[in-house]
């Protein structure tokens, strides 16, 4: 149980476009969704927390503009990076929240979106 | 700010020797931690985790063990695999739905 999707695994997008990633929450429903950001050889930053029908909660430095983040339902969450330029190249990387029985919250990764801006 | 840290970025073991990764943490409030394993190209697994009220916590192969008075968390692996080379990360959670990693430690495993 407690699988999380994401899609795409991978994309290529021209400097300018946005690009959009979802996150699912497959098999629970989840009311927060967190997005990380992963550059090569480093640990995951988060970019934000996204609670189901409410605006994202964007951390210091996180353009709200340039990502733009949407969490319609309790089970999925999408991430647009809008006007990409190269340096937004990077892997994202979602996780889903679930309250569990004993009284903490886990956190369940999806596998990644391998992002490349040329 | 505060900030969960590792000692070593690298470690480099035998097979079938055991593994010791280790984390410092420096929020004396966090009183969940968790270590994941990050494959090359995928997203975090988790591992084992441990609260605060513990000071060990067994799983397979895997032991967390958590020293509150120096802020301290190591995992152990236990009969180190070639399939355990990984990135390993640590996180800590002070029941606030928030979660914040360490920078993590590679782990590879020679045959």
């Known amino acids: 149980g407690a699988v999380v999707s994401q899609h795409p695994s991978w994309v290529i997008c021209k400097s300018g476009t946005s690009v959009k990633i979802e996150c699912r929450s497959l098999?629970?429903?989840?009311?927060?969704m967190f997005w990380y950001r992963q550059f090569p050889k480093q640990s995951l930053m988060l970019m934000a927390t996204s609670n189901e029908g409410s605006k994202a909660t964007y951390e210091q430095g996180v353009e709200k503009d340039k990502f733009l983040i949407n969490h319609a339902s309790l089970t999925l969450s999408t991430l647009t990076v809008t006007s990409a330029h190269p340096e937004d190249s990077s892997f994202y990387i979602c996780?889903?929240?679930?309250?569990?029985?004993?009284?903490?919250?886990?956190?369940?990764f999806g596998p990644g979106t391998r992002l490349t801006v040329t | 700010g505060e900030s969960v840290g590792l000692h070593l970025p690298t470690l480099s073991v035998q097979e079938g020797d055991n593994s010791i990764i280790n984390c410092a943490y420096s929020n004396s409030a966090s009183d969940y931690f968790i270590w994941y394993k990050q494959e090359s190209g995928k997203g975090p697994q988790f591992i084992i985790d441990i609260r605060s009220n513990m000071d060990k916590r067994q799983g397979q192969r895997v032991t967390v063990l958590l020293n509150k008075t120096v802020k301290h968390l190591s995992l152990q692996i236990a009969a180190t695999q070639p399939g355990d080379s990984a990135v390993y990360f640590c996180?800590?959670?002070?029941?606030?739905?928030?979660?914040?990693f360490g920078a993590g430690t590679r782990l590879t495993v020679k045959p």
């Open positions: 996780s889903a929240s679930l309250h569990a029985n004993r009284g903490y919250y886990e956190q369940y």
């Open positions: 098999d629970f429903q989840a009311t927060t």
């Open positions: 996180a800590e959670n002070n029941n606030n739905n928030d979660m914040r």
